[in-house]
């Protein structure tokens, strides 16, 4: 089955700075890629998503690029903002996630300082 | 639109008791997933219904969970009996259902469950 690997684990970056968080995932066959933001207490909220016929995407601060030689994609948040201060999970999947689950990677608690 | 609505929030059960949990998915949303999301980690599927019909269970610890959705709308998640390390977030998320494109899911605020 698909394998998703997200790193780092952990990113502390200060107000106005970048962030960028990779994933890498294992199966050719995934071409659907989205990002999910979770709050404490709440359940992930989506934010941003890709799919395998472009390599990227952006939605005002957040960009998302896809690498599918690779097998690796990649979440850019700029101008960061205290609020933007959360845990963010990659996934995969594809063609269908009504046939085929999603695929979590661990995580990466992302942290904006002041 | 209503979200995912999930109950109860929060439920703390000694081992070996039993515990279910309750999903109420978006309206006319034809998939259900459940998820378990253990601390620190990122969620893992149990099970993917689409309608009242199990679509994928493979990673459903069937021993001593289960999972049904009689009318194909909202759905109960039991586990009996419970172990500690079944403390964990539960998630539930729901699709329009399936089609030729991949949907990002929407989920509840979960039920988080701690076993002592």
């Known amino acids: 089955g698909e394998n998703v690997e997200q790193h780092p684990s952990t990113l502390s970056v200060q107000e106005g700075d970048s962030a960028v968080i990779k994933c890498t995932y294992s199966d050719s066959a995934s071409n659907y890629f989205p990002w999910y933001k979770q709050e404490l207490g709440k359940g992930p909220q989506l934010i941003i998503d890709i799919r395998s016929n472009v390599g990227e995407k952006k939605d005002q601060r957040i960009a998302v690029t896809l690498n599918k030689t690779a097998k690796h994609f990649s979440l850019h948040i700029t101008e960061t903002q205290p609020e933007d201060s959360a845990v963010y999970f990659c996934?995969?999947?594809?063609?269908?996630?009504?046939?085929?689950?999603?695929?979590f990677g661990s995580g990466t608690r992302l942290q904006v300082q002041p | 639109e209503a979200g995912v609505a999930q109950s109860p929030r929060y439920k703390i059960i000694e081992k070996r008791q039993s515990v279910a949990f309750w999903c109420n998915p978006i309206?006319?949303?034809?998939?259900l997933y459940w998820y378990q999301q253990i601390l620190g980690q990122g969620p893992k599927l149990l099970i993917q219904?689409?309608?009242?019909?199990?679509?994928?269970d493979s990673q459903l610890p069937k021993d001593r969970f289960s999972a049904e959705r009689l009318k194909g709308v909202d759905s109960t998640l039991k586990i009996q009996p419970a172990k500690l390390e079944d403390s964990a977030v539960y998630l539930c998320?729901?699709?329009?259902?399936?089609?030729?494109?991949?949907?990002?899911?929407?989920f509840g605020s979960g039920t988080r469950l701690t076993v002592v």
């Open positions: 219904f689409q309608n009242n019909g199990v679509v994928d």
């Open positions: 998320a729901s699709i329009p259902g399936q089609g030729r494109l991949s949907y990002g899911y929407t």
């Open positions: 996934a995969a999947s594809g063609p269908d996630t009504g046939r085929r689950a999603l695929t």
């Open positions: 309206s006319g949303h034809a998939t």
